[in-house]
């Protein structure tokens, strides 16, 4: 008898903690490339909740995308220099959160580099003249964007000023998308969209392995062991072209109106991965010193930071001396 319930006590137990498979899903969305990890016991669920967090992921492009003529963003940047633009409370949140960003940087992050960014076309290798670039970078600060707290309403003090979520919004889609994962039940999994990653637990026992691309050439400069984490790294290798010896990429310096060039490559850990998103572009434009000294001041952040000569910076706490 007792070898009998023994048996079946052995196999329930067995099936719990085996039943299940690895789902993945490869997709793109908001302009970058996606891929979702999880555990499941269900193939037809683990499809259902892929659908779920794309379809999550296509919403909150919709309302954040510069590039879609519909998007509320676009409706800021038209209509915010003329009267306050009403807009969704999520919207403004993210808006408020990224002014959080870059009052905590002293405007290294700032959304209104758009009013510069706008100029440039790394596809097409299209880069403003030095007169265009002067006057559009005088319309670049933070501080001129007015925030109405009551009507969620969001104001330009400058005609010709512009916004752009782009070092913040995937990050919060992907804390959007973890979100939903886990109220589905996942406990097992790795959201990925672009650069921001955040890991739901650990790979059944073991750490997820994350690595930090080599800003040059193939393959990782780091692996990282890490669970139930955020991780975010910015690069001047995702979207850039090339003047002779100068390189134009997609981060901009608010100050200069031109690329960020001190790092070529800027990682956070967080734990969420809005947080990581944004601090990891904020990181690029600091550079090593100022960058790591900000980290090192705040409570559960780590960054490694690579410089133009390769050389790799740590935040205090991943020091081994
Ligand atoms: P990430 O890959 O997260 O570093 O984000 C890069 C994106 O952030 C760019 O494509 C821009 O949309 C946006 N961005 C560039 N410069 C800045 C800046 N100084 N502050 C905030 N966002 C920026
Ligand atoms: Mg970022």
Do not use: C
């Not at 779920?52 to 919709?62: C, F, G, H, K, S």
């Not at 886990?182 to 750490?207: F, W, Y």
């Amino acid at each position: 008898m007792i070898v009998r319930y023994s048996v079946f006590f052995l196999i329930g137990l067995w099936s719990s903690l085996v039943y299940g498979e690895w789902y993945t899903h490869d997709d793109s969305a908001m302009g970058t490339v996606v891929r979702f990890e999880i555990w499941h016991e269900s193939k037809a669920q683990a499809e259902k909740i892929f659908e779920e967090a794309m379809a999550e992921l296509n919403r909150i492009d919709v309302l954040m995308s510069p590039y879609k003529e519909q998007s509320e963003l676009s409706l800021i940047n038209k209509k915010a220099a003329e009267s306050p633009v009403s807009v969704s409370r999520e919207l403004y949140d993210i808006i408020d959160q990224s002014i959080y960003f870059s009052n905590l940087s002293r405007g290294a992050f700032d959304i209104t580099f758009a009013s510069v960014g706008f100029l440039y076309d790394y596809r097409e290798g299209i880069r403003p003249k030095a007169e265009q670039l002067q006057k559009a970078a005088s319309l670049v600060n933070y501080k001129w964007l007015k925030l109405d707290p009551v009507h969620h309403s969001i104001e330009f003090k400058k005609q010709g000023m512009k916004i752009d979520l782009g070092g913040i919004a995937k990050g919060y889609a992907v804390d959007r998308v973890y979100q939903i994962l886990v109220a589905k039940g996942v406990k097992h999994g790795v959201i990925t969209a672009g650069g921001d990653n955040r890991l739901i637990g650990d790979r059944r026992g073991r750490p997820w392995v994350l690595g930090i691309k080599h800003p040059r050439g193939e393959g990782y400069v780091l692996r990282l062991p890490l669970s139930g984490i955020a991780i975010s790294t910015s690069g001047d290798y995702e979207r850039f072209f090339e003047e002779g010896e100068m390189r134009y990429h997609h981060i901009i310096d608010p100050k200069k109106g031109d690329s960020a060039r001190s790092l070529v490559s800027a990682t956070i850990i967080a734990d969420d991965a809005t947080t990581s998103d944004a601090l990891s572009t904020t990181l690029f434009v600091l550079g090593a010193e100022k960058g790591i000294e900000l980290v090192n001041q705040l409570e559960g952040i780590s960054a490694i930071v690579i410089d133009s000569h390769g050389k790799v910076f740590y935040s205090d706490d991943l020091q081994s001396d």
